[in-house]
């Protein structure tokens, strides 16, 4: 059923020995909790409390914008101190608007949703499930962040056949997942059944990269209850955990271009998604928490660690015993797809996969020098772009020409930055290209949204004047109508006068 016909990538040292045998530890709770408005791809969620009111543990603090995005909820019972601008986890190091929460210690919940314990059939429609999950704010927690509900909710425009679970984890140091699906092998088999229940597909496909060995174990064994997931051991090649060639090499199907998953059947969730999705049906709670990987030479102790949102990075690496000797690199995510991290103030958030302190002889970096067109770049690029073309097009600022030549379709894998002899940091480039492409495109649909705005009035302005002209004609004509009706009509003469004019 299955190919390898992934072309491209790179072939990384993997460095998951440093974590990947340190099981998941609970975080303490933080004094205090930092809740980004937008942890999520879409509109930032809208606050429904305001500073001085007391919330307890999975409480709602923000709803989900209209369109696509997804609710807040507190990670420990405490005070909203604060609803302010702060550094957002993004290399900016713009602030966007978070919600500030002192901790209380007490760690008390909020009343949740009642658990579905129903074995399957589940004892609600996929649709129920569907909003339980977007009121649960869970996102794709491979690093997008998708709204998952969202992604739940495609079967309605496109025909789906099959769920792709991605444990694949291909990222470099990274191994949460792999901690995951080693001990929480049922509930994320729970999480996947739930999933393909709401999705109502009869497929489902679970990838892992064979340099995980006990979770291909320990999902097999969860899995085996239920002949028709099946558990697919992929070669250990970078970027296998890319959605598209994940799909591709698990389905032998291509995503043509510009198009989803879903336009050939399949939808992709993470394996830590489909944990999230277990533990809200299964206990009616909200995504506040999530394992996070603290790794990298820089750090003195390594660790997964089961993570309160809103914790700073500061405090995670303090909780890994600080950092030894100060890193070169401080990131959040993978070293391919991560982004650096602007500060050690920001915090934890739902696509928070990792956080990596990496020293100078971890990091690829060097001074960058002329490209010299080896065409390393065009044999590394699994999307079969040529990286080095579209950097010069970006340069030159011709935005338009590296669209042509398939900049939207770069996945951001970073495989031709880190090829490259000359250190030409190329994803840098093409990241920056599509944040100035969108922004353009936001420009013009919000030019665009202005203009039918002010199309709309003057046709509205246009028909009230023709109703008003309309009401003034018809007001003249019954006034003619009455006047012509008077004059038309006999004079009534008195009976008296008759009689003196006889
Ligand atoms: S890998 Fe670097 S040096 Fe080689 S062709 Fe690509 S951009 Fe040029
Ligand atoms: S061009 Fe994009 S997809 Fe291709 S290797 Fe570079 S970052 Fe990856």
Same mark, same amino acid.
């Given at each position: ?23 998941? %530890? ?9 809740? !980004? ?11 429904? %409390?305001?500073v ?16 696509l ?19 957002? !986890? ?10 500030v ?29 569907n ?10 927690m ?7 509900? +969202? ?68 999902i ?28 591709? $090499? ?36 909200? /995504? ?59 915090? +934890? ?5 990792? +956080?990596?302190?990496?020293t ?38 011709? /935005?338009?020409g ?36 969108g922004? /353009? ?11 039918? /705005?002010?199309?709309a ?16 004609a ?9 006047? $012509? ?8 003469? !008195? ?8």
């Open positions: 059923m299955w190919s390898f016909r992934v072309r491209g990538g790179v072939k990384l040292q993997y460095h998951k020995e440093l974590s990947s045998e340190k099981a998941v %530890v609970p975080m303490p709770l933080p004094r205090r909790l930092y809740l !980004p408005l937008q942890q999520h791809i879409g509109a930032p969620a809208l606050p429904v %409390v305001v001085g009111d007391t919330v307890l543990k999975g409480q709602l603090i923000a709803k989900a914008a209209p369109g995005s997804a609710p807040v909820h507190a990670s420990s019972s405490g005070t909203v101190v604060a609803i302010e601008e702060y550094v957002a !986890p993004h290399p900016s190091g713009l602030r966007q608007k978070t919600i929460i002192d901790t209380d210690g007490q760690d008390r919940w909020a009343e949740l949703p009642k658990p579905i314990t129903d074995d399957f059939p589940l004892g609600v429609t996929p649709a129920e499930l909003s339980r999950v977007a009121a649960a704010g869970i996102v794709g491979g690093g997008a962040a998708f709204p998952s509900a +969202v992604k739940l909710d495609l079967k309605s425009r496109y025909q789906l056949d099959t769920l792709l679970i991605n444990g694949a984890e291909c990222e470099p140091y990274l191994t949460c997942d792999d901690r995951l699906m080693r001990e929480e092998a049922a509930a994320v088999i729970d999480g996947v059944r739930i999933l393909a229940y709401a999705l109502e597909v009869q497929s489902v496909v679970f990838a892992i990269e064979r340099n995980k060995p006990q979770a291909l174990a320990a097999r064994e969860a899995a085996r209850v239920e002949p028709w997931i099946k558990v697919m051991a992929l070669p250990t090649r970078f970027p296998m955990g890319s959605e598209r060639h994940l799909v591709l $090499a698990c389905t032998g199907r291509e995503t043509p271009s510009r198009k989803l998953t879903a336009d050939i059947g399949v939808v992709v969730h993470n394996v830590a998604t489909a944990r999230a999705v277990a533990r809200t049906v299964r206990s009616g709670e909200p /995504l506040i928490s999530r394992v996070v990987t603290v790794s990298g030479r820089g750090i003195r102790e390594p660790a997964n660690i089961n993570v309160p949102l809103g914790t700073l990075v500061e405090d995670l690496l303090v909780f890994c015993g600080g950092l030894h000797p100060v890193p070169h690199k401080l990131i959040g995510g993978g070293p391919m797809m991560g982004a650096p991290l602007p500060s050690v103030q920001v915090p +934890v958030v739902k696509g928070t996969s990792g +956080v990596l302190a990496l100078a002889d971890e990091v690829n970096d060097g001074a960058e020098s002329p490209c010299i067109r080896c065409g390393s770049c065009v044999s590394a690029c699994p999307c079969g772009l040529v990286p080095l073309e579209m950097a010069q097009l970006v340069r030159r600022g011709d /935005l338009q590296a669209q042509a030549i398939g900049l939207q379709d770069c996945v951001s894998c970073g495989s031709c930055s880190f090829i490259c002899p000359s250190h030409i940091p190329l994803s840098h480039y093409f990241n920056f290209a599509k944040g100035q492409l922004a /353009l495109d936001r420009d013009s649909r919000r030019q665009d949204r202005i203009r039918s /705005l002010i199309q009035r003057n046709e509205r302005a246009a028909r009230e004047a023709e109703a008003k002209k309309a009401a003034a018809a007001r003249k004509a019954a006034k003619a109508a009455a006047a $012509a009706a008077s004059a038309a009509a006999p004079v009534d003469t !008195p009976a008296s006068q008759l009689e003196e004019s006889t």
